[in-house]
């Protein structure tokens, strides 16, 4: 069986500052992990997503993840925060076969402020 | 682009009524997916279709049941709605050669009084 832990389901930063939201999967397979926005009053979004291949990964709107093995862990970074990305962010994972069928954690809300 | 619509964005209903959600997408995937979203729970798979005609239960089958008539429309019914049942519900495509990604609708906030 494959889950994901978000920690953190709130999560304030200052406007410029480094955004970190941590996710953590569980899975006995290679794990096919992403990340998704959830903008207010929107549907889901895809961020990036990491199959296979380099590990650093590199999104939309500046942001990137990171999949390391050891720690089972994909956070979710950019470097300088914007006032636009205040939304809700989603980890989910799968794996190969199953019909694509995604596990998500329970979101994090990024709140931006001036 | 992908598109995926769903049929209202806001919809209020009353117990025991029959309610139904449709979600049509416009990129002939193979794969469409209902889910609910509630605070702090994040998004749990209610049925997923593979195929026309063919459905699967997900996570939270119990309450609902789904219509794929045809390839690109997937239908979630309730069939007596309760108010455990207020809630986001979010529809979602895939297509096996797209490396599983999902592509989502505006969703529908469903209110059950």
């Known amino acids: 069986a494959q889950s994901v832990t978000q920690l953190g389901s709130h999560v304030s930063v200052s406007e410029g500052a480094l955004v970190l939201l941590r996710c953590n999967y569980s899975?006995?397979?290679?794990?096919?992990l992403f990340w998704y926005v959830q903008y207010p009053n929107q549907g889901l979004q895809l961020l990036l997503k990491y199959t296979t291949g380099a590990t650093l990964v590199k999104g939309i709107n500046g942001f990137e993840a990171e999949f390391k093995k050891s720690e089972t862990s994909f956070h979710l970074t950019k470097p300088s925060a914007h006032m636009s990305d205040a939304a809700e962010y989603f980890c989910?994972?799968?794996?190969?076969?199953?019909?694509?069928?995604?596990?998500f954690g329970a979101g994090t809300r990024l709140a931006v402020h001036p | 682009d992908v598109k995926v619509t769903q049929s209202s964005r806001y919809l209020v209903k009353r117990t025991g009524e029959k309610v139904f959600l449709e979600c049509v997408q416009d990129m002939d995937h193979e794969n469409m997916f209902w889910y609910r979203q509630d605070p702090g729970l994040g998004l749990r798979l209610i049925y997923f279709s593979y195929d026309v005609k063919m459905k699967e239960k997900g996570d939270i089958p119990e309450g609902y049941s789904v219509s794929r008539e045809k390839k690109e429309r997937f239908s979630l019914i309730l069939e007596s709605a309760s108010t455990n049942q207020t809630s986001m519900y979010l529809c979602?495509?895939?297509?096996?050669?797209?490396?599983?990604?999902?592509?989502f609708g505006p969703g529908t906030r469903l209110t059950v009084t």
């Open positions: 899975s006995s397979v290679p794990p096919y």
């Open positions: 989910a994972v799968t794996h190969s076969g199953g019909y694509n069928k995604l596990i």
């Open positions: 979602a495509s895939s297509s096996p050669g797209q490396v599983y990604e999902q592509y």
